[in-house]
Nanobody
């Protein structure tokens, strides 16, 4: 199994920045891709960003393109999500995910490991 531990959430104002971190442990050799999803109250889970095992391939959801950037540190098996120009609509619980060989389909079901989630709240 893979364990994921997120950190870095909090309460910020519109236009501020935050960086989320996610450290993986356990059977990390089984991870092909890692990423982030988010879920706001009353809304469906939304894909945010994902990155390949080597870091050469990245994907970002349309709603965050140009504002959020995913990166990883392979030595630490840690993934980061740099969030800039935050908006109130970015308010959600952010989940770190890790997936196997089908991760690049970017669907929730393609990621078998999920973190406990970290709350990001953006006030207007």
């Amino acid at each position: 199994q893979v364990q994921l531990v997120e950190s870095g959430g909090g309460l910020v104002q519109t236009g501020d920045s935050l960086r989320l971190s996610c450290a993986a442990s356990g059977r990390t050799f089984s991870i092909y891709g890692m990423g982030w999803f988010r879920q706001a109250p009353g809304k469906e889970r939304e894909f945010v960003a994902a990155i390949s095992r080597g870091g050469g391939g990245t994907y970002h959801g349309d709603s965050v393109k140009g504002r959020f950037t995913i990166s990883r540190d392979n030595a630490k098996i840690t993934v980061y999500l740099q969030m800039n120009s935050l908006k109130p609509e970015d308010t959600a619980v952010y989940y770190c995910v890790a997936g196997g060989s089908s991760w690049y389909f970017l669907r929730p079901a393609d990621f078998g490991s999920w973190g406990q989630g970290t709350q990001v709240t953006v006030s207007s």
